[in-house]
Structures are given as C-alpha cells and as structure tokens.
C-alpha cells in the first residue's frame, strides 16, 4: 500500500473526529484532592501477565521483553505512572495508535473494505489495567443494572435470559405482547465526546485529578496507518473512547448508564453498545412504547451517537389469537424501521416461527 493511500484510509478512520479541545479543558483541583498512587508491586504483577505472544504497539517494545524484566522495570515504570496520575498527564508516546488495515473479503473496492485493527502499547495497556481496576471500585451501586458489558459475573448470557423473562413473564397476562428494538449505532466508540463523558464520570462521583487524567488520555492521541514498512502521516484525534485499549469498553458503557427507559414496564438491556429497546405493551396501547423510541433518538443526539436506521430491527412477540389492528411501524428519524420474524441477539437465535424461542451456539457468541 502507498503512503498515500494509508493516509485515505487514516483519515477515512477518523471521519468521526471532531474538534472538542475548547470544551475539553481539565478543571482545577484543590490541593488536598487524593491522587491515585500505584505500588510496585502493583506495577510488577501488571507487567508479569503481559502474554509473551502479543504484538508490539506502535513504540516497538514487544511484550516478551517487558514481561521478562518485570523486576527491573516495575520501579521504573512505576514512577511513571504515578508521575502521569499526579499531573494528568499521559506521554504522547504512551496514547500513539497505529492501525493496521485487514482486508474484509478477496474483492477491495472502497475504503470500508479495510478492518482497522489498532495497536496501543503494551506498556500503556498494563497501566490502563491498574486505573480500570481503581475506577471500578469507585463506582457507585446506582449503575444501570440493566448494562450486563464489563460488570463482574454477567454475560451476554446474562442480558439474553433477562430479556426473554421480562417478555415471556409479561405474555402470560391477558390481550398482551412486546415489541423488542435492536438498535444498531454506527461506530459506537468513535463518537464518543470526552467532556460529555467526564460531566457523567463526575456525576458517578469518580475523583477530578481521575477525570482530568482520562480527560487527557482521550485527546490530543496520535494516529497512523501502518502497512508492512510504510506509514502515514499522524493526525490527532480528540473525539472517541479509542479502539485497542482496556479502558475503551468500561467508559463506553459509564458513557451510556444514563440511558433508561423513560416508563416502569420498558427495560433497555444493553451488553456494550448492543442496545435492545423492550416494551410490554397491554390493550394494544403502543403509545408508551413510542414515545420511548423517540426519547432514544433524542438521547442519542444529544450524546452525539449516531443511530443507524438502517440497521435497526424491530421484533414483535404476539401470540394472540385476536390480534386486532396491524402493527404500525415505527419511525426513527423520519425512516421506518424494518420488521423481522427473528434475530440474532448476543449469539442467541431469537425466532417467532416454531420453535417459537431457540437458542443456537454460534462461534460469534461470547460471554
């Protein structure tokens, strides 16, 4: 591939990217605010389970030599970081993203035909990992219990049996059915707004010398394309919890803890940013259920996450003899969304022809 083309690609990865440094600015501490101090210790076991196997990021250090002299590296490298949490500072060199295109299929026509796979160095994701588990236990139990990602002892599993017991409990009541959303986003994680996110973290109650910390992990990050020896030029990205790294996954499902059904009986079960809209609708009453959709769009605009229409299924669970008037479609930002009689839902068939529920085991599927 020609430097020129890997720079297409570069910014064809960055189309998301907005200019969110103006509102992106860290906020004072006072003095006496707690740091987040790592041990050695701490550092060293971090660096003692680094897979030997693993690529190196963009800085060239490969896993098999950091790992091999833990020992000698975890003073060091704890100095670092705990320099980096006092200041709120992450080294450029520690957030530099290299991507590297992978074919999708054998015929290339277009730009999208190309998988980005991001590579962030190792030593940068044994120091996420320390943060991720101090920010963990931070948190609050008012977090939406309804977000099965990244929660200890839940799964996909989990969300899967939640959403078919709130339907199948709710079809054992007379003139009843559910409708079930499966919204799809486009480039979820890419269009994330850090100072949206640190506004929530700060609400959640995490410590401002943190947020001021992930603040600046989240902007100002180099980005090249990389392919065999050749590169393109680096652009800088100040939008999105990016691809590769450890923190991503958590912060994008914080990002996402406020979005909650407006009414009781609808739940939004969500496993990342695989969304799933439930309403239990009694007496043929829709209303309630649109109203809910449309407060998704709204929610989704206002956080600057970009709902994919197209994408979006609806399945309607009705096994009424009588089932009265036809189904109305609903609307998401002017379009119809498509109807399905099934749907894969986190590995799990989802089906309204006989057997009306089943569940295949799929090689996609995850836990």
């Avoid at 006496?32 to 190196?56: E, F, G, M, W, Y």
């Avoid at 290339?108 to 030593?123: F, G, K, M, Q």
């Avoid at 100040?238 to 406020?258: A, I, K």
């Amino acid at each position: 591939m020609t430097a020129s083309f890997l720079d297409e690609l570069n910014y064809f990865y960055a189309c998301f990217d907005k200019d969110n440094l103006e509102k992106a600015a860290k906020t004072e501490q006072p003095a006496d605010q707690q740091v987040i101090t790592l041990l050695p210790t701490d550092v060293h076991n971090a660096l003692s389970r680094i897979n030997p196997r693993k690529d190196a990021g963009p800085d060239g250090i490969p896993g098999r030599v950091l790992r091999a002299c833990a020992e000698q590296l975890a003073g060091v490298f704890t100095d670092i970081f705990n320099l980096s949490l006092a200041q709120a500072v992450v080294p450029a060199c520690f957030k530099t993203t290299s991507i590297v295109p992978v074919p999708k299929h054998s015929s290339l026509s277009c730009l999208n035909d190309y998988r980005p796979v991001a590579l962030t160095p190792i030593v940068m994701k044994c120091f996420e990992r320390l943060v991720l588990a101090h920010l963990k236990n931070c948190l609050p139990p008012s977090l939406d219990p309804h977000q099965f990602a990244y929660r200890s002892n839940r799964s996909t599993e989990d969300a899967v049996s939640t959403a078919l017991h709130c339907v199948l409990s709710h079809l054992d009541n007379k003139n009843t059915y559910a409708q079930m959303l499966f919204v799809d986003f486009s480039s979820a994680f890419n269009t994330v707004i850090p100072s949206k996110l640190i506004t929530k973290l700060e609400d959640l109650g995490i410590s401002g010398p943190l947020c001021n910390w992930i603040m600046d992990f989240l902007t100002n990050r180099p980005q090249h394309v990389k392919s065999g020896h050749n590169l393109s030029t680096t652009i800088t990205l100040n939008t999105g919890v990016p691809q590769g790294c450890v923190l991503s996954p958590f912060l994008y499902s914080l990002f996402t803890h406020d979005c909650r059904p407006m009414y009781g009986p609808n739940s939004i079960v969500k496993f990342a940013d695989d969304t799933t809209v439930i309403e239990l609708i009694t007496n043929n009453d829709e209303s309630e259920y649109r109203a809910e959709v449309q407060h998704l769009a709204t929610w989704c605009a206002d956080n600057n996450l970009l709902l994919n229409t197209s994408k979006t299924k609806e399945l309607i669970v009705d096994y009424r003899k009588e089932k009265g008037d036809t189904h109305t479609p609903v609307h998401i930002n002017g379009m119809a969304v498509e109807r399905v009689s099934s749907f894969k839902f986190l590995g799990t068939h989802i089906s309204l022809r006989p057997p009306a529920w089943s569940r295949r085991l799929t090689n996609g599927s995850s836990s």
